[in-house]
């Protein structure tokens, strides 16, 4: 499909919207015709921690090739209801576009918000109050947060909504101290004889969260902070593995002291670039 330059965002997204509807169309493509939204749904998924994986390598072209391939799962699953006559893609950017005007009323009305944190309280007000409005009135304010998130990103989205409303630790040192003492109960439990599975594990999911925390109150992303560390284990890991492989050797072949000493050169060299 080719593009003139001077042709608006608008047109081009409509054009976009043409051909994925071209596609569902009779004498389209057989596999775009039968897919339903719970055949594409993994796909999506995959698509948006795609565009998380080229955000964290801040790789511009692959962030622009991964959103425009989050973009077609959105048209997808738009064209897919609209083939079923429940809703259209205008549906999905009217109703998005309206929640936007709705929710920033300091920009688009004479509400008045100076910071982010004020922001995001109001928003939370609104957000009540629309599910009021439509009869749907939450009985926790994180019913909102799906249980469907991954782990850490659903203990990360929960505590992120209930410090809006003041519901936080009150400082770093406080959510470390936490951190610590979650860590002695852990090691309680793992103590004690016979071990408690049920006890350990508890106590382990208390210490993640409370990592979660500390990372929360850093600043810092923490499904971002441990993708970090896990890219790094695997390149550590690799090094581990080239090193034994050009002496004709793998890694269950060898004993751990000699894949530490390649782990820790494989730091070494790390730190010298």
């Known amino acids: 499909m080719s593009e003139s330059p001077t ?8 054009a976009f919207v043409e051909l994925i509807a071209r596609l569902r169309a009779p004498g389209g493509c ?3 015709r039968e897919q339903t939204h719970q055949s594409v749904k993994p796909m999506t998924i995959e698509e948006a921690y795609e565009v ?3 955000i964290d390598e801040g790789d511009d072209e692959e ?15 738009a064209q897919i209801a609209a083939d079923g006559g429940r809703f259209t893609v205008a549906d999905v950017v009217d109703t998005v576009s309206q929640k936007m005007v709705r929710r ?15 922001v995001l309280r109001n928003w939370e ?16 304010m994180l019913d909102s947060v799906s249980a469907g998130l991954p782990a850490v990103m659903e203990a990360f989205q929960m ?23 979650e860590v002695g109960e852990l090691k309680e439990a793992a103590a004690r004889q016979p071990a408690d599975a049920a006890a350990v594990s508890g106590e382990l999911g208390d210490l993640l969260f409370a990592a979660i925390n500390v990372a929360r109150l850093l600043g810092v992303d923490p499904e971002t902070a441990l993708k970090a560390s896990n890219r790094k284990f695997r390149r550590r890991f690799r090094h ?29 060299q790390e730190g010298r670039k």
């Open 159 to 181: 505590t992120t909504k209930v410090s809006r409303v003041g519901f936080d630790w009150p400082d770093v040192p406080s959510v470390l101290a936490k951190l610590d003492e």
């Open 63 to 77: 962030l622009k090739s991964e959103l425009g391939d989050l973009l077609l799962q959105v048209v997808f699953h």
């Open 52 to 54: 998380a994986q080229a």
């Open 240 to 268: 581990v593995e080239e090193g034994l492989r050009a002496k004709g050797r793998k890694p269950a072949d060898s004993s751990l002291a000699e894949m530490e000493a390649l782990w820790d050169e494989a730091k070494a």
């Open 125 to 140: 007000a609104l957000k009540e109050a629309e599910q009021s409005a439509a009869g749907k009135a939450e009985s926790s």
């Open 104 to 118: 920033h009323p300091h920009v688009f009305g004479g509400a008045q918000a100076d910071t982010p944190g004020e």
């Open 7 to 14: 042709t608006t965002t608008a047109e081009r997204f409509g």
């Open 30 to 32: 057989p596999w775009d």
